[in-house]
């Protein structure tokens, strides 16, 4: 027996005779043989040519970041019948190369990172979305994320305009669930702070399943996004481990001990990277960005484990599962190092232990729903702030 409905679509058509509305159900062959004849060839001949091209316009709106690569600008793609997509654009600039074949041999590479990059999709990586070249300079479409990077949200003059701006209750709680004040500036509770670094560290193992060493995590290139998510940023410094790059470049506060002494950035290179800022998260010191030179930051990086117990606050310096996991991020020795960012994930006496501790002991709390919640409090009195 037929089966009584048709696996193919079908629309009603709605019509009005006299008071009377009428449905009728009809296929899409029998739209066919009406009045669209001429656009269904046209969708046609699309699908029989198997490709298409069309010129795409993207105005910068604003400025979003700048940074030795270039510059990053809000813009937006827009599509028909009123169709807009806010991305962010960056665009690199050429003059910290000798010349324009410097360039044009690390743009190369950014191109082929961020093709691979854009087919991990990972929810805690940036989006990717092309790679162009205009009168030969290269720009990166990606993803437009609402939200801050945890630079801004460390700094204490960003701490002291929320105070300004958020009610007595909204301030109490974000002070007893999510930041608080710290020694220097202010310091994310231990269960945000490590549900946080647990998204980053998923995301690294992400990029070194595929082959990638990101080779500059620090805080401004770690966003907390509008959905609670946080987000890896920045892939402009990362390179595929089988073609590394003749130039290397790092940012001295945040790099493996190993990097400052010339060697090549590794997966354990971005294990101490977000180790570091780890360490800056819990204890609200940015540990190494007042030394002097890269000496001051090598030694204090070297005796940085000796060190935690004195400038972590009381609750995480007394908890052993949090110390030991920290210590296993930033040894000073890459072999004393958990072996990947999939081990730190899944380590038993480290962060998901930890993590599990809270639950147990009644003091957790849905992070990423509080961050959510945070963050678009934040988005909300944010109109007035000036950097």
Partial sequence: MDHPLSESPTELLQTRTGDRLQLTQTSGHEFELGGNIELTQRYSDIIGEKRMSWTTHLQLIRELGSGGQGKVFLSERRGADGFTLPVALKIFSPDRYRTPEDYDDDM????????????????????????????????????????????????????????ERFSAKQWHRMNDVLVTAGPEQPRFKPGVAIAIIQSCLSALAALHRHGIVHADIKPANIMLKQSGQAKIIDIGSAFSISEPPARRACTPAYAALEVLEGKRSTPSSDLASIGYVTVELLSGRSMFSNATDFASVFSLKKNLINELPKIMPREVATNSLLMGFVEGLVAPNPDDRYGSAEEALLVEDGAAAFLRQLVKGDMASVYENDLRIWIEELLEIDAGYEE
């Fill in 108 to 163: 190369m590479r950014v191109g082929k990172v961020a093709g691979c990059v854009a087919g991990i999709q990972h929810d805690n990586l940036l989006q990717v979305q092309n790679f162009l070249d205009r009168n030969r300079i290269r720009m990166m479409v990606m993803e437009w994320v609402e939200g801050y990077d945890l630079r801004r949200l460390m700094t204490p003059k960003f701490y002291g305009y929320i105070k």
